[in-house]
C-alpha cells in the first residue's frame, strides 16, 4: 500500500499537535510524545552515535493551555493552548475517559472548529482508542472506515451512522491521502506511533523505536480483548427483563422462544423491539452471550473445547468453533494459548 510521505516539501520536522483536555488519558498522551521526541535520538544514545535532528515538533495542546487536573486527579500543564499552532503537520487525539452512550463531554465543542480547520489545511489527523470520538464529532470520519475501542464502537455507529466501525481493527488509514488514521484500545498507541513514524520519518526509524520501546503490533487485532456483551443502555423495560433472563439461561437449547414467550410477544415482535433497544437481534445477543462464557471458561478452566462448547449451549461443537472464530477473531485454541501468555512469568533464583 502506497501511502504516501507526510512532510510537505522544504520542511525538515513535522509540527505536531497532541490534544489533551482533563478527560484525555495522560499516560496515552505523553507515552506519545515520549515516542515521537525519541526518533533520532535514542537509538543514537544506545549505540554512542551523534543525535539527528528532530523529526517531530510535538505539543500538547489544551483550549487554554491552562494547567487542569486530569482524571486522576494529577495535575498536569500542557504546552500551550490551541492558538499557538494554527497549522499543525499532524494531530493525534488520545483517548478519553468517559462511559459510552452519556454523550461527548461538553469540551468538545471548542475543538471540533480547530480540528476541521487543521484538517482543511493540509493536516493528517490521528486519534487512539475512544478519541476516534472527537473526531466524529468533528464529521471527519464521515463515509469512511474507522476503529476505535471495543467498548466504544457499537455506540460510535450509531450515534454517526454514516461511518462504518471496524471493531476488529487496530490501525486503520483512511479517506484522502489516507490524512485520517484511527487506532484501537489505549494500548495501540504503540500501533498508532510506529506507523506514523514509519510514513514521515522512515521505516528505518520506526523499526528503531519499536526496538527501544519494546513495541510490539497488535496484528491479531483487537476482539479478542473486547468484552462481547457491552452494548448500548436504553430505556425499554420488557428488553431489560429479556435480558437479565438471558444472562442465566443462554444455555438452553431454545432461549430465544423462551424471552418471547416470557415477554409475552411474538418471536417476530420481540426481534424488531430489542433491535431497536440494543442494535442486536435476540439471537446475536445470545450468541454473545454464550462465546464471552467461553471466553471465560477458556481462560481459568482447562475443560477440553467441545465440553465448553456444551457447556454455554451448543449441541454441535463445530457450530460453537465457527461462531468462536467469528465473534472473536481467532480459533478458541488460540485465543486459550494467548490469554495464557499475557501474565508475565518472572524467572525464580
Same mark, same amino acid.
Given at each position: 500500500?502506497? @501511502? ?9 520536522? %513535522?509540527? /505536531? ?5 482533563? %478527560?484525555?488519558?495522560? $499516560?496515552?498522551?505523553? %507515552? ?5 521526541? #525519541? ?9 554512542? /552515535? ?24 494529577? $495535575? ?13 503537520? &499532524?494531530? @493525534? ?11 461527548? !463531554? ?14 482543511? #489545511? ?21 463515509? &469512511? ?7 466504544? %464502537? ?7 451512522? +454514516?461511518?462504518?466501525? *471496524? ?29 506514523? @513514524?514509519? *510514513? ?75 433491535? +431497536?433497544? /440494543?442494535?442486536?437481534? !435476540? ?5 454473545? &452471550? ?34 468462536? =472464530? ?12 494467548? =490469554? ?10
Amino acid at each position: 500500500m502506497n @501511502i504516501g510521505h507526510l512532510m510537505p516539501e522544504g520542511k525538515t520536522t %513535522c509540527r /505536531t499537535v497532541v490534544l489533551t483536555m482533563p %478527560c484525555v488519558g495522560t $499516560s496515552t498522551a505523553y %507515552c506519545i510524545l515520549d515516542a515521537l521526541a #525519541s526518533v533520532g535520538r535514542d537509538w543514537e544514545m544506545l549505540h554512542g /552515535t551523534a543525535p539527528k535532528p528532530p523529526v517531530f515538533d510535538a505539543a500538547l495542546l489544551s483550549v487554554d493551555g491552562a494547567r487542569y487536573q486530569d482524571i486522576n486527579g494529577r $495535575s498536569i500543564t500542557p504546552d500551550g493552548s490551541l492558538a499557538d499552532v494554527v497549522d499543525p503537520d &499532524l494531530v @493525534i487525539v488520545p483517548d478519553f475517559h468517559f462511559a459510552p452512550g452519556t454523550g461527548v !463531554p461538553d469540551e468538545f465543542a471548542q475543538f471540533v472548529p480547530w480540528l476541521k480547520k487543521a484538517y482543511d #489545511s493540509g493536516a493528517l489527523i490521528s486519534s487512539v482508542c475512544s478519541g476516534a470520538y472527537l473526531l466524529a464529532e468533528a464529521g471527519l470520519l464521515d463515509g &469512511l472506515e474507522a476503529t476505535s475501542h471495543w467498548g466504544f %464502537c457499537e455506540i460510535i455507529a450509531r450515534q454517526y451512522p +454514516k461511518i462504518r466501525m *471496524r471493531r476488529e481493527r487496530i490501525l486503520i488509514p483512511a479517506g484522502a491521502g489516507h490524512r485520517v488514521v484511527t487506532a484501537g484500545g489505549a494500548s495501540s498507541w504503540g500501533d498508532l506511533v510506529l506507523y506514523l @513514524i514509519g *510514513r514521515i520519518a522512515g521505516q528505518d526509524e520506526a523499526r528503531r523505536i519499536a526496538k527501544i520501546y519494546l513495541l510490539q503490533p497488535h496484528n491479531d487485532g483487537q476482539l479478542h480483548y473486547a468484552s462481547l456483551t457491552a452494548g448500548a443502555q436504553h430505556e425499554d423495560a420488557l428488553v431489560a427483563d429479556a435480558q437479565v433472563w438471558a444472562a442465566d439461561n443462554y444455555a438452553l437449547a431454545t432461549p430465544v422462544a423462551a424471552m418471547a414467550a416470557r415477554s409475552g410477544l411474538t418471536e417476530r415482535s420481540l426481534l424488531r423491539r430489542f433491535r +431497536k433497544a /440494543t442494535g442486536q437481534t !435476540p439471537v446475536d445477543y445470545i450468541q454473545t &452471550l454464550r462465546i464471552e462464557e467461553a471466553k471465560q471458561m477458556l481462560e481459568t478452566t482447562d475443560l477440553p473445547i467441545d465440553d465448553i462448547a456444551g457447556e454455554v449451549g451448543y449441541t454441535e461443537p463445530s457450530s460453537f468453533r465457527n461462531a468462536f =472464530r467469528r465473534y472473536v477473531g481467532m480459533p478458541a485454541s488460540t485465543y486459550r494459548k494467548k =490469554r495464557l501468555t499475557l501474565m508475565p512469568v518472572c524467572a525464580s533464583g
